[in-house]
């Protein structure tokens, strides 16, 4: 860098990450092409950067391009489709099989769903003016993993949490956003796409526990992209069915644009402006008082990080701290001959399970503080591993906690840590058993460790509620499998709004740590080390905390671009507040 010299003026517009990618763009069919030719030329035009994928169409007969819907859906391979000709020419054309083996498929809605099993479909080719070219064809894009990677970017959308009957316990009342990942494009009109997206409504399955501020049907006015301004504000023109809602609605649906595009642009949003469809302005919403709807709002400071030392009391562990030590209160004294525990999202409670899996507390972290009663008892004969599970709080006051009593599984939630227990409904578990469980600070899902068939995977189920205040019907739908590769899961947390840290063993290999989103897909970020055989897993939603686990080596701490260091040689179940 020139140290001497003229000032220069550095251009600093904002912008997003893709404006600077090279783009790709396909190829044309050449003459005389042979079908296997044509069908590998029409592939790899898919994986281009062209908006409307018009080159690749040129492959297609005029019918076949009328009828093709590239955006119908993605099809995810392990690799690039593998081709032959099936049979031998026919009068009318001829057959080109491709196959591979399937990973996952992404709807018209831009919802990734794991899905590995074999993939076969077949392209018919036939003359069109003396040329090959394809007229019959699957709907959608058929892609190798290493292009949709390259082509697609995870993107989280945000959708207000219907809270029902627990709205009015909620100090965050209606605010609450829930993080719903989609896969857009990574360099067509990114912030249109965006904003579209989330315009859309949320994913069919987080779309029971979540509504979107914006009128049904609501769509852009203009047909150009969107961009940032030179301040960092976006300028939105809805059409004619948003013209009506008024100003605290309005700010509701900027506060759903501030948060989602934020996840695509490089520069930080300074505010959203919403406009009508006459161009006059329906409402506009600085980041400064769109911070009282942050999704990061409901995940707490995360000050210190807890577990049970190796004389069963419950410590904490600063950031910056060598040293553990006891927290005030009951749990931290000698002789609390504790299992596990959870801290909730002021970090001002905490629940604690006995050693011996029998009986769950709730205490304040404060000196003077009284364990008081047994909140909730398992009846279990067995060890601790038949009784509760290490309890978890959700940013609504909720206490999440399993039974696994042998003779009467059970999911169960104190609400505000206290009074009676509430069975949560799990229809779908069939004869699984919750080994342990985290739920997210947003209260609407729920991660599961299920052991079934002699194997522990990783679940998430979405959390319905029902009832009224008084009677609140929970359920937890949905089940989904995460971290599909992993035939054996140990230990999994939340790492994000979207986003979960899991340890874990694909077949016949060793544990591993990864990182995964929601919908099951991998997550775009450097995969962790692993530390000796992580038995439990602490992490923040605070992606710049540090990870903790609970290792062969003891309590272990990965920091930030760092490795592993002993915190304490004994101790178990490290939580972070949640």
């Known amino acids: ?43 790899e035009a898919t994986t281009s950067d062209e908006e409307r994928f018009d080159t690749a169409k040129q492959y297609l007969s005029g019918k076949a391009a009328s009828r093709w819907d590239p955006f ?60 090959w070219r394809i007229d019959q064809l699957p709907p959608g894009l058929v892609i190798g993993e290493a292009d949709f990677q390259r082509i697609y970017r995870s993107v989280n959308t945000y959708f207000f949490a219907k809270l029902g009957p627990d709205a009015g316990a909620s100090r965050f009342e209606d605010s609450v ?23 859309d409504g949320p994913t069919s399955w987080l779309s029971p526990v979540v509504s979107s501020a914006f009128p049904r049907g609501t769509s852009l006015k203009d047909s150009g992209d969107l961009t940032l301004d030179d301040s960092g504000g976006l300028r939105i023109r809805l059409g004619a069915r948003a013209g009506r809602v008024d100003t605290a609605r309005c700010q509701r649906m900027a506060a759903q644009v501030l948060f989602t595009v934020q996840d695509q642009a490089s520069a930080r949003l300074s505010g959203v402006r919403l406009d009508r469809a006459n161009g006059s302005e329906l409402c506009t919403l600085t980041r400064e008082t769109a911070m009282r709807y942050a999704p990061e709002a409901v995940d707490g400071r995360a000050s210190h990080v807890y577990f049970v030392d190796g004389r069963h009391r419950m410590v904490w562990l600063s950031e910056h701290d060598s040293k553990p030590l006891p927290v005030p209160g009951p749990f931290g004294a000698d002789g609390a001959q504790l299992g596990s525990v959870a801290v909730d999202r002021d970090e001002r409670r905490a629940a604690a399970v006995s050693r011996d899996g029998r009986s769950l507390y709730v205490a304040e972290l404060s000196e003077g503080a009284e364990r008081g009663r047994v909140r909730l ?17 959700d940013a609504l006051g909720g206490l999440w906690v399993a039974d696994r009593d042998p003779q009467g599984p059970r999911l169960l939630r104190l609400q505000d840590g206290e009074g009676t227990p509430q069975e ?13 469980l985290r739920v997210s600070a947003d209260g609407t899902r729920i991660a599961l460790l299920v052991k079934r068939d002699g194997h522990t995977r990783l679940l998430l189920g979405r959390v319905e509620r029902g009832g009224s205040a008084d009677e609140p019907l929970l359920s937890v739908l949905g089940l989904r499998r995460i971290a599909p590769k992993l035939v054996e899961v140990d230990a999994a947390s939340w790492a994000g709004g979207s986003r ?40 923040a939603e605070d992606p710049d905390k540090p990870l903790i686990a609970e290792s062969t080596d003891g309590i272990v701490r990965l920091p930030r671009d760092g490795d592993w260091k002993t915190v304490a040689e004994q101790g178990t179940a490290p939580v972070y507040p949640g």
């Open 424 to 436: 949560v409904r799990i229809p779908e578990l069939g004869k699984g058993r919750i080994e342990g």
């Open 500 to 539: 979960l840290v899991v340890a874990g063993r694909e077949s016949k290999g060793v544990q591993q740590l990864q990182y995964v989103e929601t919908d099951g897909s991998p997550a775009n970020v450097q995969q962790p080390p692993s530390p000796n055989r992580a038995e439990s897993l602490a992490s």
């Open 1 to 43: 860098m020139p140290d001497s010299g003229d000032v220069s003026r550095v251009d600093s517009s904002p912008r997003t990450d893709s404006d600077s990618q090279v783009r790709v763009y396909g190829v044309s069919p050449g003459k005389g092409e042979q079908p296997l030719e044509l069908v590998s030329g029409f592939l």
């Open 72 to 131: 119908a859906s993605v099809t995810v391979l392990a690799e690039a489709p593998k081709m032959r000709v099936v049979g031998h020419q026919e009068s009318d054309g001829i057959t080109v099989e491709l196959s591979g083996t399937q990973l996952a498929t992404v709807d018209e809605h831009h919802a990734y769903e794991p899905q590995e099993r074999p993939y076969r479909q077949s392209i018919h080719l036939g003359r069109d003016r003396s040329e």
């Open 177 to 199: 956003l829930v993080a719903d990942p989609v896969y857009l494009r990574r360099r067509i009109a990114p912030v249109t796409a965006t904003v579209k997206s989330l315009l």
């Open 377 to 393: 008892h398992s009846g279990a004969g067995g060890g601790p591993e038949d009784g509760l599970s290490a309890p978890s709080w």
